[in-house]
């Protein structure tokens, strides 16, 4: 793969440092001794300036290394592992300035104790490709960790999308599939169907694909329920509304080309719940929610139909609007879908505001604690005939001093969702939830664990495997134990 110019400046900026060093030079000695200001071999340093031909000779000469060697994109082996990472061009796919990084902070870390990051760089790769981690992957945790930075509320997107409902006229609840279509229609000269995907059974996967082109072509999946045809027509209308150039074209993700692809299908996405969820109304409604003294099953379900929104969309909105219109900023979002697993339960979505919370998914092959509500409520959309449920508990784990105020809505399967899931959202239950929440008190208390195997509980009748991991600790906190005694006594 062809390395970028970025990369390449970054290469060799690495190297001169790194040859500078060696030989025990500061700046201003190697701007005395090749003639080149001191101000230009910092940028050259800091990956902004490339040398032309003239000045690459002198900086050889100065250092010792033949012209060939400092111009060459190899790296030594103490740098092996950073070369193949400067390699992947991940470092460009990435908007580093989001998270206040320059490429020369980066360089100046990579210069700084080169052997001991190396190592870091070359571990975290082992680790990625022995969970079959790829950059997708990759993309998507530093999407979600942007989020959680940002308390997933971002301003600047929530004025866009009020602007746009206010330029619309758009004051009814809730935004119907055609009024959306209208709008595409209308104002963007978008073509819509719903037969697109009939004949290519290789597209029945797909949600959704956009054509580019005068019109524009918008295909939607003919089983998508009014929700998700909703939620759909407003990403669209996210994406042009937000200007937004670099895109995905497809929903599900077919294939994901850079950050700034995954980056701006969030933004449009973000538009589209804010479009469908408006956050002075939703506030109300929460309002009206959390000041019950008990807790309403009905309540959440009907939100849903008021906006015309799947659980998922409204869930995924009120971990925005908690954080910023309630000051309930640890909280923690779920989705798990029933099989999928050698558990039985896939965690396939998560997102932690203030904190990694408890639960979150493992790459270990453990069993979820068959506990939580978020799973319970799966089981009992059989048992109990429904399509659709909301439940609550406060989860106390036992072998921690967290607590939390859970509530789950589960879905039945359906045309388009293949398996029954749920999606929880998880409100630590601290001061601030007791004073915001008043039906917290109402809810039952349930102990619960993370894994079976990491669990202490020795009386439970939905353990489904032994605590291995949890016996193994107590084992090794017992040697410590006994070492530190024996040590002590020497």
């Known amino acids: 793969m062809a390395l970028s110019e970025s990369n390449i400046r970054l290469i060799f900026g690495l190297k001169m440092r790194q040859l500078r060093l060696d030989k025990g030079l500061s700046l201003s000695e190697l701007a005395q001794q090749t003639g080149i200001s001191i101000s230009y071999l910092n940028e050259i340093e800091k990956a902004r300036k490339y040398p032309k031909a003239d000045k690459i000779s002198q900086l050889a000469e100065v250092l010792e290394v033949p012209y060939d060697q400092l111009v060459s994109l190899q790296l030594d082996r103490r740098l092996a592992a950073v070369s193949e990472l400067l390699q992947s061009n991940v470092l460009s796919d990435l908007p580093l300035d989001i998270f206040g990084v320059e490429p020369a902070d980066l360089l100046e870390l990579l210069a700084g104790a080169p052997s001991k990051l190396s190592a870091f760089v070359s571990t975290l790769i082992e680790l990625s490709r022995n969970y079959g981690l790829g950059f997708e992957g990759f993309y998507f945790a530093v999407l979600r960790s942007f989020q959680e930075m940002n308390d997933n509320y971002f301003e600047e997107i929530e004025v866009a999308a009020a602007t ?33 995907f009939e004949a290519q059974p290789a597209l029945q996967q797909l949600r959704s694909l956009t054509i580019p082109g005068l019109p524009a072509r918008l295909l939607l999946h003919h089983r998508l329920g009014n929700e998700q045809r909703a939620f759909a027509l407003g990403r669209e209308l996210g994406y042009q509304a937000l200007r937004l150039q670099i895109r995905s074209y497809t929903a599900s993700w077919v294939e994901v080309k850079s950050f700034e692809q995954v980056l701006n299908n969030f933004k449009a996405s973000y538009f589209s719940s804010v479009l469908l969820l408006p956050a002075d109304r939703l506030e109300a409604d929460l309002t009206v929610f959390f000041a019950n003294k008990t807790f309403d099953f009905d309540f959440l379900p009907h939100l849903m139909e008021k906006y015309g929104v799947s659980a998922e969309t409204l869930l995924h909105r009120m971990t925005s609007l908690l954080p910023a219109r309630f000051g309930l900023g640890e909280l923690f979002f779920l989705r798990f879908e029933k099989g999928g697993s050698a558990d ?147």
């Open 164 to 196: 746009f409902r206010r330029e619309k006229n758009l004051d009814t609840l809730p935004l119907t599939p055609v009024l959306l279509e209208t709008i595409l229609q209308r104002d963007y000269n978008y073509s819509i169907s719903y037969t697109g």
């Open 344 to 490: 039985g339960y896939s965690l396939t979505k998560e997102l932690h505001l203030s904190g990694q919370h408890n639960p979150h998914a493992t790459m270990l092959n453990q069993h979820y604690c068959r506990r939580w509500v978020a799973l319970t409520a799966i089981d009992a959309l059989a048992t109990e005939g429904k399509n659709i449920l909301c439940r609550a508990q406060q989860s106390h784990y036992a072998d921690s001093e967290n607590q939390y105020l859970v509530f789950t809505v589960a879905t039945a399967a359906s045309a388009w969702q293949p398996t029954d899931s749920s999606i929880s959202l998880g409100l630590r239950l601290n001061a601030a939830t007791k004073k915001k929440v008043r039906f917290w008190n109402d809810l039952p208390v349930k102990t619960v664990g993370e894994t079976c195997e990491r669990c202490s509980l020795s009386d439970c009748e939905q353990r489904i495997a032994p605590p291995r991991v949890r016996e193994q600790e107590l084992r090794t906190e017992a040697m410590k134990k006994e070492l530190a005694r024996m040590l002590k006594s020497v």
